[in-house]
C-alpha cells in the first residue's frame, strides 16, 4: 500500500475530461479491494479512467512508448503487479511507460473506449514526452492482454464520438505484448474470439504464457491466426508458471519473459 500510495504522486491524466462514455456512474478515484493478497493493490470500481505516466531518467529514454493494461479478469485491476512494477521495468529499458486504469468491473465496451482514447492521447501530444509517434505500443497482462489484443485489432472501430483533437490520431498500436493474454479463444471449439479482427495491418506481436496456465490456449489460438495474416509474430510456451506472476522474483516464467520481452523490443522497436 505504501508502493500505492507513492505512485499517486506520479503525473496523472485524465482520459475524458468532461462526461465518461457510456458512464452512468459519477466520477470518482478507483476504490482499493479490501483483498492485499500476494502484496497486491487490486483496484474496482473505476469511474473515471486515468493513465499515470512513468518516464525513464534523463539520457536513457529511447523515445518509444508503452501503455501499460493490467489485469484482473475485467473485474478489478492487479495495479501495481501487473501496472507500477512493469512501468519501472519498461523505464530501465528506456521505454515512456503509461499505466491505464480502464473501467471496471465488468465493463468491457467501455475498457476498449479507454484504451483507444489512451493511445490517441499518448501519439497526438508525442512530442510533449519526446516519444516516437510511430512508436506506441500496448503491453497486457491476463484480461490486459485480451483488452491488449483487442485495441490490436479493432482500432479502426469507432467506439465512441471525438472528443477533442487527441482524437484525430490512430487508436493503433505499432506494437503489442501479450504476456499470459486471456480470453482470445472465445470461437468455437476454442478458436479465435469472433470479434478480433486479425488482418496484414495487425501490429507486430510478442506472446508468452506457460503450458499450465489454464488461459495458456488464448496465445496459442492468437499466434495461430497472427501467423496465418503474415503478422512477425513471436510466441514462447514454457512448461510452468502459471498465471499472474508478473515481473516478480521467485517464478522462472517471470524471469525469462521479462529477458525474451527486452530482447524483443530492442530489435523490434528500439532498433527499428
Known sequence: MQTFAQTQEKDIIHLWPDAVPGETAPKKAAVPTTDTSKDVVRLTDVTDPIMQVFTPEKGKANGAAVVVCPGGGYQILAINLEGYEIARWLNEQGY????????????????????????RIVRSKAAAWHLNPEKIGVLGFSAGGSLSARASTLYNKRTYAPVDASDSSSARPDFALLIYPAYLDQGANHSITPELQVNEHTPRTFLFATADDPYANSALVMAGALRDAKVLVELHLYAKGGHGYGLRPGNKAALAWIALASRWLERNVAEK
Not at 515512456?96 to 468491473?105: K, N
Open 96 to 119: 515512456t511507460a503509461f499505466v491505464l486504469q480502464y473501467r471496471v468491473p465488468q465493463k468491457q465496451e467501455g475498457a476498449l473506449q479507454d484504451v483507444q482514447r489512451a493511445i
